[in-house]
C-alpha cells in the first residue's frame, strides 16, 4: 500500500532493526545512507537509546562499516532535554542514566542535582541502583514531575532481553503512584523534535523504522509516510493484527534506496 504524497525531502530512520542488528550493519544500510548523501536529502537516525551520546553512537556505526555524522543522529536524550528546556528553561533535574542523557541536559542548560529537583529523568543505564532508584521515588513523592524518556521495557543484549526504562518506569509509578510522562518513540514528539531540527515538514518526510507499536504508530501520528521493514521486531504475520497501517512494508533497507 502505498499513498500519494510529494516526493520525500526528508527521511528518517530507526537505527536498530533498520541498519543495524547487535552491532552488524544490515544488507543494504550502507547504500541507503550513500543515496541520502548522493541526493542531498536531510536525514537523521533516531534510537529510542538514551546511553549513548551522538558522537558515540556515530563511532559505533563506523565500526559496523556506516558513516553517519554524529549531528545526523536524534536520540531519546535529545529529544527529552529539548523537551524539558521547553517546559522549564533552566530547570533542575535528579538523574537517573547515562552519558547520553546527563551530557544531554547539561548542554540544555540543566542543573543535576538530587536536592529538591524540578524533576525526576529516568534513562536507560545498564548499572541501576537500589540506592538510586530509591531516591526517586522519594522526590517524586516530594512534588518532582517524573519524566522517562521512552517506554521500552526491555532492551536487547547477545545473551537475552535487559530490563530497560519502562521497566524501572513501572517500579516508580507502583511506589508513587506518578505516571511518568514519555517522550521517546511512540510519542510523536520525538519525531516532530527532530524534525525540527532538520527544518522538516510532515508532508515530505519518510519515517522508516521495523516496529509497528512505536515507529509506524508515531509516525502516523505525526503525520508522516511511514515505511516498515522487516528486519527487526514486527514480522510479516503480525502486520495485518494492528488497526493502522504503513504505507509500505518491505523485506528490508535495501529495498528503500531506489525510493530516495
Known amino acids: 500500500m502505498s499513498l500519494e504524497r510529494i516526493p520525500a525531502e526528508c527521511w528518517l530512520t530507526d537505527m536498530d532493526g533498520v541498519l543495524v542488528h547487535e552491532g552488524q550493519a544490515l544488507p543494504g544500510a550502507a547504500d541507503f545512507l550513500e543515496r541520502l548523501v548522493e541526493c542531498g536529502r536531510r536525514f537523521l537516525v533516531l534510537t529510542n537509546n538514551s546511553i549513548f551520546t551522538p558522537r558515540d553512537l556515530a563511532a559505533r556505526l563506523a565500526r559496523s562499516g556506516l558513516t553517519v555524522p554524529e549531528e545526523a543522529i536524534w536520540t531519546s536524550a535529545l529529544a527529552t532535554a529539548t523537551f524539558l528546556s521547553a517546559q522549564c528553561p533552566g530547570g533542575s533535574a535528579y538523574v537517573i542514566g547515562e552519558a547520553g542523557l546527563t551530557t544531554a541536559l547539561y548542554e ?153
Open 108 to 260: 540544555a542548560g540543566y542543573t543535576l542535582t538530587d536536592t529538591d529537583p524540578d524533576y525526576v529523568v529516568l534513562g536507560e543505564t545498564r548499572t541501576y541502583s537500589f540506592e538510586a532508584i530509591t531516591r526517586a521515588i522519594r522526590l517524586v513523592g516530594q512534588g518532582a514531575r517524573f519524566i522517562a524518556t521512552n517506554p521500552d521495557v526491555t532492551g536487547p543484549s547477545p545473551e537475552g532481553p535487559l530490563p530497560a526504562t519502562g521497566a524501572v518506569a513501572a517500579l516508580i509509578t507502583q511506589a508513587t503512584g506518578a505516571k511518568p510522562y514519555f517522550v521517546g518513540k511512540p510519542n510523536p514528539m520525538m519525531f516532530r523534535s527532530a524534525m525540527n531540527r532538520i527544518e522538516a515538514h510532515s508532508e515530505s518526510t519518510v519515517m522508516i523504522g521495523d516496529r509497528m507499536d512505536t515507529d509506524v504508530v508515531a509516525g502516523i501520528e505525526a503525520g508522516l509516510e511511514t515505511i516498515l521493514v522487516l528486519t527487526g521486531s514486527t514480522t510479516a504475520a503480525e502486520v495485518s493484527r494492528f488497526p493502522f497501517r504503513p504505507a509500505r512494508v518491505v523485506d528490508s533497507i535495501a529495498d528503500v534506496v531506489d525510493l530516495v
